[in-house]
Antibody, heavy 121, light 107 residues
Framework: EVQLVETGGGLVQPGRSLKLSCVASGFTFSSYWMYWIRQAPGKGLEWVSSINTDGGSTYYPDSVKGRFTISRDNAENTVYLQMNSLRSEDTATYYC??????????????WGQGVMVTVSS | DIQMTQSPASLSASLGETVTIECLASEDIYSNLAWYQQKPGKSPQLLIYDASSLQDGVPSRFSGSESGTQYSLEINSLQSEDAATYFCQQHHDYMYTFGAGTKLELK
């Protein structure tokens, strides 16, 4: 059974940093692209970052580029999201998600339960 | 960036009815579109990918179609468990965007 478990969320002041982790199980982690997607309270979904299978390629939207960094440890079946210079607009539930295919299908077939990040003074 | 305009924002329907939700892409996305269902307090679930392919385990009353840059999700024979918010999502050139969502309420 595929499982994705996010940890690391919490309350953080504007301008500070936070690192999220997502531990995966139930599939060959090193063979799949992984993603972070967020959802502000009562709002829609926003893609935050992507990482390819060996971690050599990463992608971000302009809203987080230069502030967030995605990485992965295939030996530990874990994907990370380092978030720096946090802003109030980064307040959201952050989901870890797995790519549907053995390639970059661009679709997310399994999602974690989500972890809440609140940026406030 | 490619924008996805999703409509309607909300709709109300009765058990057994058929509903259609639409997403209009701001440019050609070559059928690179998915639909997700999200219930309150839960994570989204993939329903449809590649515009019309049904994800494993998803009931066949869900179907997807396309016409140019307009993409549609149809739900036939509505069941009580279909009450949820539905999102479309496109991917192009390693970028991903979602529609704003459609909240489906069952009467």
């Amino acid at each position: 059974e595929v499982q994705l478990v996010e940890t690391g969320g919490g309350l953080v002041q504007p301008g500070r940093s936070l690192k999220l982790s997502c531990v995966a199980s139930g599939f060959t982690f090193s063979s799949y692209w992984m993603y972070w997607i967020r959802q502000a309270p009562g709002k829609g979904l926003e893609w935050v970052s992507s990482i390819n299978t060996d971690g050599g390629s990463t992608y971000y939207p302009d809203s987080v580029k230069g502030r967030f960094t995605i990485s992965r440890d295939n030996a530990e079946n874990t994907v990370y999201l380092q978030m720096n210079s946090l802003r109030s607009e980064d307040t959201a539930t952050y989901y870890c998600a797995k790519d549907r295919g053995w390639y970059n299908s661009g679709y997310f077939d399994y999602w974690g339960q989500g972890v809440m990040v609140t940026v406030s003074s | 960036d490619i924008q996805m305009t999703q409509s309607p924002a909300s709709l109300s329907a009765s058990l057994g009815e058929t509903v259609t939700i639409e997403c209009l892409a701001s440019e050609d996305i070559y059928s690179n579109l998915a639909w997700y269902q999200q219930k309150p307090g839960k994570s989204p679930q993939l329903l449809i990918y590649d515009a019309s392919s049904l994800q494993d385990g998803v009931p066949s009353r869900f179907s997807g179609s396309e016409s140019g840059t307009q993409y549609s999700l149809e739900i036939n024979s509505l069941q009580s468990e279909d009450a949820a918010t539905y999102f479309c999502q496109q991917h192009h050139d390693y970028m991903y965007t979602f529609g704003a969502g459609t909240k489906l309420e069952l009467k």
